[in-house]
């Protein structure tokens, strides 16, 4: 009896978390939703794919030359529910620069995350390290519309990958509702049409793709001491 009553407990406990979990990624993706105004170019990202690969899968669904218009509307599916936002390809392009409204973020293959050169510690969560990253920026350089560069690990296992983009989506999501609060005096889910607009003339974020990056290069040979060679 008691074990039943502790398996019902188990399962009802997993089944709220769960719940909770999925509530919070449908809230992301509704936030996002008809944000890119590329709406028509739509991919859906593989990120079992090397960058190269994974670039021109991009142009393949979208029937485009990157180097010509690197935006587009870009799919996850995280825990069965797509959400869609504003994405960049940071195809290697003549005369392609990156902006200077850029946060890096860098993920290795140990799953250790850094924002704009700063790690994230295992103590903050990569949402708390991208808001302030986004703080800074927007007070240092007064740019308001922001490109969140993600290269990743070629060991990097796909749904590490995912789950560190839902992370960064909702970072973007947690700001954007600090800035509501203080210049709307509003949440984002009570906005109007019209205070969105607002709100994007505050802040705006579109996601980079650059695809994963090599591991680094072997050390080089240790070359031993001739007198130690004697």
Not at 91 to 116: A, D, F, G, Y
Not at 144 to 172: A, C, H
Not at 207 to 226: C, D, L, Q, T, W
């Amino acid at each position: 009896m008691k074990k039943t009553l502790y398996i019902s407990l188990i399962s009802l406990l997993t089944s709220f978390i769960s719940c909770k979990n999925n509530d919070e990624v449908e809230k992301v993706a509704d936030f996002f939703k008809d944000k890119s105004e590329e709406k028509e170019l739509v991919a859906k990202i593989d990120f079992s794919l090397s960058d190269s690969i994974l670039l021109r899968n991009i142009e393949d669904q979208t029937k485009i030359n990157l180097c010509d218009n690197p935006r587009f509307t870009a799919v996850v599916n995280y825990r069965s529910i797509n959400i869609e936002f504003p994405a960049f390809a940071n195809k290697n392009c003549e005369l392609n620069r990156l902006p200077h409204n850029t946060v890096e973020i860098i993920i290795n293959k140990e799953n250790q995350v850094l924002v704009s050169h700063e790690l994230v510690e295992k103590n903050e969560s990569l949402e708390s390290k991208l808001i302030k990253a986004t703080t800074e920026m927007i007070n240092g350089t007064e740019r308001k519309n922001l490109l969140y560069l993600i290269q990743w690990d070629t060991e990097l296992k796909p749904q590490l990958i995912e789950q560190r983009v839902f992370e960064i989506l909702k970072g973007i999501k947690s700001y954007s509702n600090e800035i509501s609060l203080i210049k709307l005096k509003k949440s984002i889910s009570d906005l109007t049409e019209s205070e969105e607009q607002l709100l994007k003339k505050e802040f705006s974020a579109v996601i980079g793709i650059n695809g994963n990056f090599p591991p680094p290069p072997p050390p080089p040979p240790v070359i031993k001491n001739e007198s130690t060679m004697k």
